[in-house]
């Protein structure tokens, strides 16, 4: 299974910009997806969740500024994001809990980052 990120880039403040990540590979079905990031000389921390159903789970510094969202039927996960700031800026990565095939347990993945950096 690969996790295939696309989307960062570099943005002034207060722009916007919609990342990616699209899953492939021996796929019965995927739970959770989210984002997360890591900055420099940080820990890697969560951004954003969204469940099979659609349930979502924000970090607070992110809550009324991203949006997570899925297409199910392509096993891709989006984060929109507006309102940016610079101490958005880091690396950015997606993870996703997959069961490769019915009645198995579910593996975690993580993608290959892709930067953000927002100029103030």
């Known amino acids: 299974v690969q996790l295939q990120a696309s989307g960062g880039g570099l943005v002034q403040a207060g722009g916007s910009l919609r990342l990616s990540c699209a899953a492939s590979?021996?796929?019965?079905?995927?739970?959770?997806m989210g984002w997360y990031h890591q900055a420099p000389g940080k820990q890697r921390e969560l951004v954003a969740t969204?469940?099979?159903?659609?349930?979502?789970r924000y970090a607070n510094s992110v809550k009324g500024r991203f949006t997570v969202s899925r297409d199910n039927a392509k096993n891709t996960v989006y984060l929109q994001m507006n309102m940016l700031k610079p101490e958005d800026t880091a690396v950015y990565y997606c993870?996703?809990?997959?069961?490769?095939?019915?009645?198995?347990?579910?593996?975690?993945?993580w993608g290959r980052g892709t930067q953000v950096t927002v100029s103030s």
């Open positions: 993870n996703a809990d997959v069961k490769l095939w019915a009645g198995s347990s579910q593996v975690n993945y």
């Open positions: 590979g021996r796929i019965f079905s995927i739970n959770d």
């Open positions: 969204i469940t099979r159903g659609g349930t979502t």
